[in-house]
Protein backbone atom coordinates (compact mmCIF):
# COMPACT_ATOMS: atom_id res chain seq x y z
CA UNK A 1 0.00 0.00 0.00
CA UNK A 2 1.17 3.26 -0.67
CA UNK A 3 0.17 6.79 0.03
CA UNK A 4 0.21 10.01 -2.11
CA UNK A 5 0.30 13.54 -1.53
CA UNK A 6 0.51 16.38 -4.38
CA UNK A 7 2.07 19.99 -4.26
CA UNK A 8 2.39 22.34 -6.49
CA UNK A 9 -0.78 24.08 -7.67
CA UNK A 10 -1.80 27.67 -7.60
CA UNK A 11 -3.41 30.30 -9.64
CA UNK A 12 -1.10 31.46 -12.26
CA UNK A 13 -2.56 32.95 -15.60
CA UNK A 14 -3.08 32.16 -19.09
CA UNK A 15 0.49 30.67 -20.89
CA UNK A 16 2.16 30.44 -17.35
CA UNK A 17 3.75 27.09 -16.13
CA UNK A 18 3.48 24.86 -13.36
CA UNK A 19 5.36 22.31 -11.65
CA UNK A 20 2.76 19.53 -10.03
CA UNK A 21 4.34 16.92 -7.63
CA UNK A 22 3.24 13.69 -6.48
CA UNK A 23 5.23 12.28 -3.41
CA UNK A 24 4.60 8.49 -2.80
CA UNK A 25 5.44 6.93 0.68
CA UNK A 26 5.22 3.16 1.46
CA UNK A 27 6.99 -0.06 -0.43
CA UNK A 28 7.64 -0.47 -3.81
CA UNK A 29 6.83 2.31 -5.46
CA UNK A 30 9.01 1.32 -8.59
CA UNK A 31 6.24 -0.90 -9.15
CA UNK A 32 3.49 1.28 -9.70
CA UNK A 33 1.91 2.97 -12.89
CA UNK A 34 1.52 6.91 -11.54
CA UNK A 35 -1.16 9.00 -13.66
CA UNK A 36 -2.59 12.26 -13.17
CA UNK A 37 -6.37 12.68 -13.32
CA UNK A 38 -8.18 16.35 -13.04
CA UNK A 39 -11.69 17.25 -12.11
CA UNK A 40 -12.68 20.86 -14.00
CA UNK A 41 -15.52 22.37 -12.59
CA UNK A 42 -18.96 21.13 -13.70
CA UNK A 43 -16.92 18.13 -15.29
CA UNK A 44 -16.13 14.45 -14.73
CA UNK A 45 -12.69 13.61 -13.66
CA UNK A 46 -10.83 12.93 -16.69
CA UNK A 47 -7.18 11.54 -17.31
CA UNK A 48 -4.28 13.87 -18.36
CA UNK A 49 -0.72 11.56 -17.86
CA UNK A 50 -0.09 8.86 -16.77
CA UNK A 51 3.62 6.68 -16.82
CA UNK A 52 4.50 2.96 -16.54
CA UNK A 53 6.09 1.51 -13.60
CA UNK A 54 9.56 1.48 -15.73
CA UNK A 55 9.35 5.25 -16.77
CA UNK A 56 10.11 4.28 -20.22
CA UNK A 57 6.58 4.81 -21.66
CA UNK A 58 3.83 7.85 -21.19
CA UNK A 59 0.71 8.62 -22.16
CA UNK A 60 -1.64 11.51 -22.88
CA UNK A 61 -4.57 13.31 -22.78
CA UNK A 62 -4.68 14.83 -26.86
CA UNK A 63 -5.64 18.36 -25.25
CA UNK A 64 -2.47 18.44 -22.94
CA UNK A 65 0.54 16.68 -25.49
CA UNK A 66 3.30 18.76 -26.36
CA UNK A 67 2.32 20.92 -23.49
CA UNK A 68 2.48 18.78 -20.34
CA UNK A 69 5.34 16.53 -19.36
CA UNK A 70 4.83 13.52 -16.83
CA UNK A 71 8.40 11.77 -15.53
CA UNK A 72 8.81 9.81 -12.23
CA UNK A 73 12.11 9.56 -10.38
CA UNK A 74 11.73 6.31 -8.35
CA UNK A 75 14.32 6.74 -6.34
CA UNK A 76 12.99 9.45 -4.92
CA UNK A 77 9.63 8.38 -5.12
CA UNK A 78 7.95 11.20 -7.07
CA UNK A 79 6.06 11.96 -9.97
CA UNK A 80 6.28 14.83 -11.60
CA UNK A 81 3.55 16.89 -14.18
CA UNK A 82 5.44 19.48 -15.37
CA UNK A 83 2.40 21.97 -17.08
CA UNK A 84 3.32 24.71 -19.75
CA UNK A 85 1.75 26.56 -21.70
CA UNK A 86 -1.59 26.59 -18.94
CA UNK A 87 -4.54 27.42 -20.64
CA UNK A 88 -7.92 28.49 -18.77
CA UNK A 89 -9.39 25.26 -19.19
CA UNK A 90 -6.50 23.08 -17.58
CA UNK A 91 -8.37 25.10 -14.20
CA UNK A 92 -9.16 22.24 -11.89
CA UNK A 93 -8.09 19.73 -9.48
CA UNK A 94 -5.32 17.62 -10.23
CA UNK A 95 -5.35 14.42 -8.29
CA UNK A 96 -2.58 11.47 -8.75
CA UNK A 97 -3.25 7.92 -8.90
CA UNK A 98 -0.90 4.47 -8.37
CA UNK A 99 -2.13 1.06 -9.56
CA UNK A 100 -0.37 -2.29 -10.43
CA UNK A 101 -2.75 -3.31 -12.78
CA UNK A 102 -0.83 -3.70 -16.11
CA UNK A 103 -1.08 -0.42 -18.74
CA UNK A 104 -2.01 -2.24 -22.33
CA UNK A 105 -2.45 1.20 -24.47
CA UNK A 106 -4.12 4.82 -24.14
CA UNK A 107 -7.31 3.22 -23.41
CA UNK A 108 -6.05 1.61 -19.94
CA UNK A 109 -4.04 4.30 -19.35
CA UNK A 110 -6.59 6.26 -18.70
CA UNK A 111 -8.95 4.33 -16.86
CA UNK A 112 -9.52 5.12 -13.32
CA UNK A 113 -10.38 1.64 -12.52
CA UNK A 114 -6.70 0.79 -13.37
CA UNK A 115 -5.83 2.43 -10.05
CA UNK A 116 -6.00 1.77 -6.65
CA UNK A 117 -4.41 4.37 -4.43
CA UNK A 118 -5.43 7.89 -4.66
CA UNK A 119 -4.18 11.64 -3.18
CA UNK A 120 -6.38 13.99 -2.28
CA UNK A 121 -5.68 16.45 -4.93
CA UNK A 122 -4.47 19.99 -5.75
CA UNK A 123 -5.92 23.06 -7.11
CA UNK A 124 -4.62 24.82 -10.62
CA UNK A 125 -6.20 27.79 -11.41
CA UNK A 126 -5.43 29.60 -14.55
CA UNK A 127 -6.81 33.05 -15.30
CA UNK A 128 -7.05 34.14 -18.44
Known amino acids: QIQLVESGGGLVQAGDSLRLSCAAS????????VAWFRQRPGKEREFVAA????????YYEDSVKGRFTISRDNANTTVTLQMNTLRPEDTGVYYC?????????????????????WGQGTQVSVSS
Open 51 to 58: IKFTGDRT
Open 97 to 117: AAGRLAIVGLATAASPNLYLF
Open 26 to 33: GSSFSTYN
